[in-house]
């Protein structure tokens, strides 16, 4: 879970995560799913924020049926595929969810 001021200190992140949606077209229930996923997990790190904002989106790209290819959202983010590849199980348990198996 996350505090409502964790928007307002990440607000540039999350204008880059919206961005990175508008390129893949992702519908509004992905996005919002996105935005918690990061906002629950988002690391100190600057450096590392743009891997959760590309697993985030992912991740609520697959819960919300909007399914993206990991090599599609690490395009649109800038990061490289294996990035979400490593994090997006994990970043799933972690809110609560149990990611498929394959």
Known sequence: MYRARDQV???EWLAELDEAADRLGLEETARSRAEDLFLSSVPESDRSKRA??????YAAS???GDQRS???VAEA???????IQQRWKPLLREAGFEPPDW
């Not at 959760?52 to 989106?57: E, Y």
């Not at 983010?77 to 990035?83: D, I, K, N, P, S």
């Open 9 to 11: 200190d990440n607000a």
């Open 52 to 57: 959760v904002i590309a697993t985030s989106l």
């Open 62 to 64: 697959l819960l919300a």
């Open 70 to 72: 990991q090599t599609v």
């Open 77 to 83: 983010v800038g990061v490289a595929r294996l990035t």
